[in-house]
């Protein structure tokens, strides 16, 4: 049985971790961490062992047969991707994750002092340390926007703190803590209104829901392979046709250079100019395979199945004693993550629980986003999060062993072991 309409479970089969069972006691995983990163399917593994075993050449360089074949390979995943969230081959860089991306624009703009980048209390650090450094390196003033106590952006606090004085804003599209769904169109329509450049960080939103560029009309975004069903170690951005001007490549080498001479050199065309050195071969090619197997999922059915599993988590915490859930309570409102607290036991120890006692992966701690639990007034909190393979049965096992710790461990229960 699915949380969403179609029947997503048959899938599960894919996925070779997930029909294996703990040595010692016969439980299988159940793996709720997939916002840190998600399980991979056995198609994308073999693409990455083909290429090593079959093409093992490098890219770009050799008019050998096979260099041509692997060159090949590397290019139809990035033509897979760009189709995928809508852009042209041109438009998608591959890094090494969102992290890696943010950081190339942020070090690739060229900054004057008392430019603006405006960012929110909820972004992960990934989306807030890059511009911190350029800001003490360059005198570029951060400017944070909060949010409700519902766990949404306070769009109205936007429109005050984008000025024309603002040269980014970079806002991620889905909360990594929260799973809030940021309207990024009207994001974006405040910052183009003030001249600036829209950055939307998908780290959680490309794996799970429908995203397409030129619909979002954002001019930057960045996500990670290893988070839709792809290896680590592979990343995209995007780059809208045009604002690559504005970039400058902060590495060099490889690819990214047409011709070299003693004096200097001159860049090579989108994407190659913002890809140094040997790029990650396996990656993308394993990330191509990722997204067609999303694609043949269909990002709907993906969607709709995590909105069923968040409505029907919603609905289990909420019996168990003691739980605080933070963010929407509005499935439709928020992505397949939903963050909560058992009051009396700290998050390491409920994640530590219910590992041991039904070998449930969830995580606790900061999830990356310390400045959003500060505002949240927390020092931490558990998170469950979602992909295609999760089930409800699997959401029920997760409660039942959570109400276990909730009436076995801190305040009002008997032990504090
Ligand atoms: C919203 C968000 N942004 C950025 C990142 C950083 O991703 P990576 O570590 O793959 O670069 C994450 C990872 O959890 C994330 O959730």
């Not at 045009?242 to 902060?250: H, M, Q, S």
């Given at each position: 049985m699915s949380g969403g309409s179609r029947d997503l479970s048959k899938l599960r089969s894919d996925f070779p971790i997930l029909s294996k069972v703990r040595q010692r006691d016969g439980k299988p995983l159940i793996y709720l961490d997939n916002a840190a990163t998600s399980l991979k399917p056995r198609q994308v593994v073999a693409a990455i062992k083909s290429y090593y075993e079959n093409y093992c050449a490098n890219v770009h360089r050799g008019v050998y047969s096979l260099s041509q074949e692997a060159t090949n390979l590397y290019e139809d995943s990035r033509a897979e991707v760009a189709r995928f969230i809508g852009c042209d081959s041109s438009e998608l860089v591959f890094t090494k994750n969102t992290t890696d991306g943010i950081n190339i624009v942020a070090h690739g703009l060229s900054w004057n002092t008392g430019d603006e980048v405006v960012l929110s209390v909820m972004e992960h650090h990934s989306n807030i340390v890059p511009w911190q450094i350029v800001a003490k390196r360059f005198g570029v003033k951060l400017r944070y926007i909060g949010i409700t106590d519902s766990g949404e952006l306070d769009l109205e606090e936007l429109e005050r703190v984008v000025t024309s004085r603002t040269r980014v804003v970079a806002i991620c599209h889905v909360s990594n803590v929260l799973g809030t769904i940021n309207d990024v169109k009207r994001i974006k329509k405040i910052t183009h209104e003030n001249g600036a450049l829209m950055l939307v960080d998908a780290a959680q939103s490309v794996p799970h829901i429908p995203v397409n560029v030129k619909d979002l009309e954002c001019d930057i975004l960045a996500f990670s392979g290893h988070k839709a069903l792809g290896p680590t170690g592979i990343g995209c951005l995007y780059v809208r046709k045009?604002?690559?001007?504005?970039?400058?490549?902060?590495f060099g080498g490889g690819e990214m250079i047409n011709n070299v001479e003693l004096s200097g050199y001159t860049l090579n065309d989108m994407p190659w100019r913002l890809e140094a050195g040997t790029p990650n071969i396996a990656g993308a090619i394993g990330l191509g395979a990722a997204i067609s197997y999303l694609r043949k999922v269909g990002m709907d059915a993906i969607m709709e199945h995590e909105r069923g599993l968040t409505d029907m988590a919603l609905k289990l915490l909420g019996e168990v004693d003691r739980v605080e859930i933070y963010g929407p309570k509005d499935p439709s409102r928020s992505c397949g993550i939903v963050a909560f607290n058992l009051r009396g036991v700290t998050g390491d120890l409920v994640a530590a629980l219910l590992d041991e006692f039904e070998n449930v992966a969830v995580r606790s701690g900061f999830h990356c986003a310390q400045p959003l639990h500060m505002r949240l007034g927390i020092k931490g909190s558990v998170r469950i999060s979602f992909y295609l393979y999760n089930t409800v049965e699997e959401l029920m096992i997760f409660q039942k062993a959570l109400e276990r710790i909730s009436r076995e461990f801190g305040a009002g229960g008997s032990r504090t072991d």
């Open positions: 045009g604002v690559e001007e504005e970039i400058d490549p902060p």
